[in-house]
């Protein structure tokens, strides 16, 4: 349609366009002025109709190229969308399975703590049935300290119950007993309390007694332990910078070491247990309320 009226346009152009007065003045005879007059407007509203045809197919022509820009737009955009959610995927998944994967490590690190832990609970349970039998003459030199220091009418240990002061201030973050962990599904006791605290913090022995032991036992870290009498002795684990050593008197809250995390895989705290005749107590009994 178009083909055919640009072929008009330019035969129009090179031949020149006569007007309709001079076709009809340029008739050979009326009856050929009649049939040009009545051709012309035969002609004249075809090509009417036709330049209006082809603005309406123009009109719908150019709606759809501006839809198929549109749509266009669209898949690129959607394309892009869906090359971002892949990299986006793709990144998540590299996250995860490093998460995974430190999960592992930190599940074995875990198992690796709490046998440790075991150990050590073991290892202490044997140090304060050692400490029991070789009590006579450690005894000995307590009562002779306190026999100094006049402290000879101090009430003995089995009557502070409850009203012994805490080594540290700050919050139990694990209580005493046994406890079941569902990442690990394993079942672990804990011989004392954790107390958090910030790394440096004072700790202060409970009450006087005659330290009987400052070493390294892998799962508690550096430990301190005193021997009160009467079979009692209170433990201090994970400390760092000793202040005391063995076989010497310490008064009650004098400082012992300090707060540290050696040993700890939870970061800076104060393990902290209670003993009385080989047996295990719950420390937040003897301790005050607070």
Known sequence: LVDRYAKRVTYTYKKGRLSDLEKLLDAKSWRQAVYRAKYIKIISEHD????VEIRSNLTEIEAKRTVMERELTDIKKIDKEKSSRKKWLEQRRRVRNKELDNLKRDRQKMFVALNERKKAA????????RLERERVARIAELERRRK??????????TELK???PWPIDGKVISRFGTYHNPVLKTVTENTGIDIRGSEGTEVRSIYDGIVTTVTYIRGYGNTVILDHGDSFYSVYTHVTEVEVEENSYVNARDIIAHVGDSGSLEGAKLHFEIWGNKDKLNPELWLRKR
Request: aromatic content about 4%.
């Open 162 to 164: 409850g009203k012994l």
């Open 122 to 129: 073991q290892q202490m349970a044997s140090i304060i049935s």
């Open 48 to 51: 009417r109709s036709l330049a």
């Open 148 to 157: 100094e220091m006049e402290l000879v009418d101090s009430a003995p240990f």
